[in-house]
């Protein structure tokens, strides 16, 4: 594929400043711990099920220490407590909790303990994760590689049974991966709903149960089509850190983890958003499970032209946030998206530009591209010709990951049948233009340098602006998404916490050392 012939040097600059930038929140990561990483530790210690009321045990547990002990000490520390003084394990001590017959505070001043008791409960999990893992790996070495991106598409019924009925029929209709949305609003849950779901707005719930179901549907039109197809499911919101783990055990390929997209579209709180990420993003690279940032959100709301250097700016802050999970670049699966006005002059020029650039800065990425949404008007003749022209800038400019574009879009849920237009439309291009960004040159200072050189310029100096105000402030500033938040603003502050110099969190430990073992 044709070089930009971007300024290599302003590259590699943007990429310190970005770990910069990342590494200052890092800092502040490092001294806190939140709710919801606390429940993703009991579930790895084995903790699942709910109380008679429906009340996760994870959450029953920690409620319980945030009101009557010192969650700043960490689960794992009054976990390992109880279980030395009462030879149970840490399932039974939820379900003792709930029925209100064991009290944790007593532990509270007892100081350290042997936290080695910890150990078969997450090696255990972690043995489940390598082992899906290495299960994945298996059907990826049966499956021919392909050399063009992988079709990408969405179910959201709210019913996770008829969720499979359409999964497995797009998947033969060529789909390669597919995402089961969430029900709307579930980011804002401050816990995981339990079993499998039959009702959901917009979207189907997130539970374990509901990824298991999922994927051993996909699991069995994969053998029927002798190629793997892969589940995507959101690890974002409130209970970021547990939806990761569930979809670590459960094996799902992609998960949706942005950095910033939960403070800027979700109003979650960026010290909460921050640290969760962190845990993730930490057990994603762990389980080699691909994520998905979300820039491609920005331009819902700013304007695609004006703003494509927000989108850029951002990809390479994820990127160091990941890199600081100890993440390997080929799964980052840097965001962007096809949405500048379809009126302008040369957009498609534009359009191609942007995505080459992405394409040319993160070589190793697989980046998700995404289709046009904000100027969809309903018109599915015109829809049609716009996802025409995005499917060809996507094997042009070689994407990894391809969410197609539905000629609905703007007018209700897919049906099935407007899933297998996109996939024809998609499957012809495809085809059609495989070897189209092979055999084009660029004109020297023509339309596409000149954009992506620009872009690139303005995306090194928003990052050197981020890097002098700091990523609070530059949130406050409403510099991405034309949206502000503020440090102390937004859902979940509440389940910040800063950890005492006694914190323990032996899972956290055993990711991190085994990821350093790997690198």
């Known amino acids: 594929m044709s070089s930009l012939n971007l300024d290599k040097k302003m590259i590699t600059s943007c990429r310190l400043i970005a770990r910069n930038i990342a ?18 530790t009991l579930r790895m210690l084995g903790v699942d099920g709910v109380d008679p009321f429906d009340v996760p045990y994870v959450n029953v547990v920690i409620n319980h220490i945030t009101k009557t002990c010192q969650l700043s ?32 505070s007593k532990y509270t001043k007892l100081g350290p303990t042997d936290l080695s008791v910890l ?36 179910v959201a019924t709210g019913n996770i049974y008829e969720d499979i009925k359409q999964a497995v029929s797009a998947a033969e209709l060529g789909a390669d991966v597919i995402a089961v949305i969430r029900s709307t609003g579930q ?13 959901g707005f917009g979207g189907t719930f997130a539970t374990q149960e509901n990824f298991r179901l999922m994927r051993k549907a996909l699991d069995d039109v994969s053998k029927k089509l002798g190629r793997y197809v892969r589940l995507v499911n959101y ?4 209970c970021m850190p547990e939806i990761a783990t569930m979809g670590a055990i459960e094996r799902l390929d992609m998960m949706l983890n942005d950095s910033l997209y939960g403070i800027i579209f979700r109003d979650i709180n960026m010290k909460r958003t921050f640290i969760d990420q962190y845990f993730s993003r930490l057990l994603s690279a762990y389980a080699k499970i691909t994520i998905n940032t979300g820039e491609d959100n920005y331009l819902t709301t700013s304007d695609a032209f004006e703003h494509a250097h927000t989108v850029l700016a951002s990809q390479f802050i ?15 699966g840097l965001g962007h998206a096809f949405e500048i006005d379809p009126t302008i002059e040369n957009s498609f020029l534009y359009e191609l530009s942007q995505a080459l650039m992405a394409r040319e800065i993160f070589p190793d990425a697989p980046l998700k591209y995404m289709p046009p949404t904000k100027h969809m008007t309903g018109d599915i003749f015109m829809g049609t010709i716009q996802n025409a022209l995005f499917n060809i800038a996507t094997v042009t400019s070689k994407q990894s990951i391809h969410l197609l574009g539905m000629m609905t879009e703007a007018i209700h849920t897919p049906f099935v049948s407007d899933r297998a237009l996109a996939l024809n439309n998609a499957n012809y291009i495809e085809k ?10 660029f004109k020297k200072n023509g339309i596409i340098q000149k954009r992506a050189d620009e872009t690139l ?28 938040r503020t440090e102390t603003g937004g859902k979940g502050l509440d389940g910040v916490i800063e950890k005492d110099q006694y914190y323990v969190n032996p899972v956290l430990d055993a990711l991190v050392r085994r990821l350093e073992v790997k690198r």
């Open 432 to 441: 059609a233009f495989k070897d189209f960004g092979n055999e084009i040159t």
């Open 187 to 199: 980011s804002l849950l401050d816990f995981v709903p339990y079993g499998a779901t039959t009702e």
């Open 73 to 104: 000490l960490g689960v794992s520390y009054y976990m390992a407590h109880a279980i030395k003084d009462t030879k149970m394990s840490p399932q039974e001590i939820a379900e003792e909790i709930s029925k209100g017959r064991l009290d944790l």
């Open 23 to 40: 590494q200052d929140v890092q800092d502040m990561i490092d001294k806190h711990t939140t709710t919801s990483v606390e429940r993703a």
């Open 119 to 154: 150990n078969p409960y997450f090696e255990s999990m972690l043995q489940k994760i390598d082992e899906s893992t290495h299960k994945r790996d298996h059907w990826l070495s049966e499956t021919k590689e392909k050399t063009t991106p992988l079709k990408y598409v969405i």
């Open 235 to 238: 690890a974002s919101g409130l």
């Open 457 to 484: 310029k303005n995306a090194f100096e928003l990052l050197q602006t981020i890097q002098k105000e700091g990523m609070f402030e530059t949130l406050k500033m409403g510099r991405f998404a034309g949206i502000s």
């Open 318 to 332: 994820n990127e160091q946030f990941a890199k600081l999970a100890m993440m390997e670049e080929k799964y980052m």
